[in-house]
């Protein structure tokens, strides 16, 4: 058990690469939640078209004829609805040569993530590829940059290796890493930061110029790929506060550059925003419901709260895994193997540290803004105004939050956990089964979902 103990990250690795690679072939082009403007932000700048028009973007039509050869409105929503393999044997090169403005609504984004499945799409047209087999190209980078990411931060980790390794063998996390979507790079890059400022607490010395590096570099990618966790930018307080009753001067100029530098990344980022793609996070969208919050300050936190009660049970299901466009859930006994599973196997973690209250304090008031900021984004940009019941928000917009958040109040000296840890091996085996009929569960979930 110490063997695997220690291999747990590179066990990860092999079933995630390929949990993942079964999912990249069994489901459907673009039936990933937003894989469809993905894939075509990509395909936009893999041909230099970078700036917006309002809410649109110029492609080449072969890329948009590709997306809607797929089905995509057709299926996607209608869990009776079925793929065709015929849509994939019988895909033939379109024939428009021209271009064509396409709805864009990641128009607000810089999204580093999209430059990647864009290197792909170039060098498949260098290559003279089918649009299909190049598509499949940027699954598989994704799949693996996200899975070399997360076995880098299962590796970093002090501790929550388990945590981790849980969180990202998650139906729902497997299927965005499988997927052509930037969540496939900030759930990795959200659990290295944690991992990595964790890591560093734990040092005796004071940071370094490459490891302040390093974490300016990390939490900068958050805000790039999605601006709306940029709270969790303040948990490298952490690490200038580890002696707060002694803090020195350096001490305190460290903590102001890191920070000032930080500010002036999304300071730069606004501005890039507005220089290179003629809109702001809010262009174009919907303002009346932010005047309507102003005079009715009540409003927002009450629909918060009435949200939260009607629809905790479908976050939590969402946050496991309702798959495709969020039509098809798994079925009842792989959801409770799941939940059963995902506490039982946290607790077997042997190695364990003990956070000051300070520290779980900055931790959980960081990712609790972070979840506002979610729910208050939906209620700005897709709620009706006034409406008491916020839509749009997804439990997989959690799955990067769960971490610090299980890290900051999860406790591994419970009786619990010490009861567990008695008869390691024999768990271990048990979840080892569980495991093998979770992915099976799933796989034939998601066969039954689009083929029979």
Known sequence: ????????????????????????????????????????????????????????????????????????????????????????????????????????????????YHFIPAFFIFIGKLLNLELLHSFYLCRIASLLLAVILTTLSIKTAPFGKYLIFALSLLPMTIYQYSSVSYDALLIPIIFLSISYTLSLYYKDSSLNLKEFSYLLVLYSLVSIIKPGYNFLLFIPLILFLRNYSTIKYSEIRRLFGFFSLLLLFNITLLYMQRLFLGTTVFAGRPTGQLGYILTHPLTFPLALIVTISHKIGVYLLGFIGILGWFDYPLSLWTYLLIITGFLVFINLEGIHFKLPTRVRLIIVICSGLSSLAIFLAMYLLDTPIGNLLITGVQGRYFIGLALPLGLSLFSYTSKFSLLLRKHKGTMFSVLALALLFIIAGTIFTTFKRYYF
């Not at 019988?90 to 864009?104: A, C, E, H, R």
């Open 1 to 112: 058990m110490r063997l695997l103990d220690g291999k747990i990250e590179v066990i990860f690795l092999m079933i995630a690469f390929v949990w993942g690679l079964i999912t990249i072939f069994i489901v459907p082009p673009f039936q990933a939640p937003d894989e469809n403007v993905h894939y075509l932000r990509a395909a936009g700048i893999s041909e230099g078209s970078h700036i917006c028009k309002g809410d649109t973007l110029k492609v080449s039509t072969q890329y948009s004829d590709f997306v809607e050869n797929m089905d995509v409105s057709r299926i996607a929503h209608h869990p009776n609805e079925k793929f065709s393999f015929d849509l994939l044997l019988k895909q033939q090169p379109s024939n428009n040569t021209g271009t064509t403005m396409v709805d864009m609504p990641l128009c607000y984004s810089l999204s580093l």
